[in-house]
């Protein structure tokens, strides 16, 4: 990931190419605490750079400072996922 519009769909395939899927959950997704957990849809459209940038509407978040640094988290969705296509 070298552009400075790499969206988090990117870091999807990036994770995905680097990291062996037996460690990752079967269905997962990003959650971002001050976001929420992040579609698909949003994977594609949020750029990962727009989350720092202050003329973003994302600034309101205060993502990325020294008193509050992001955090994104991977979530297993699963169950989810299980329940929703049975």
Not at 8 to 28: D, G, K, N, V, Y
């Amino acid at each position: 990931m070298n552009s400075d519009r790499e969206t988090i769909l990117s870091a999807r395939a990036q994770i995905m190419r680097e990291i062996e899927c037996i460690f990752l959950p079967q269905t997962w997704r990003f959650f971002i605490p001050t976001l929420g957990s992040i579609s698909p849809v949003q994977e594609a459209e949020i750029v990962i750079g727009d989350l720092f940038d202050e003329s973003t509407n994302y600034s309101q978040l205060k993502l990325g400072c020294v008193q509050n640094p992001v955090t994104i988290v991977i979530q297993d969705c699963t169950v989810l996922h299980d329940i929703y296509n049975n």
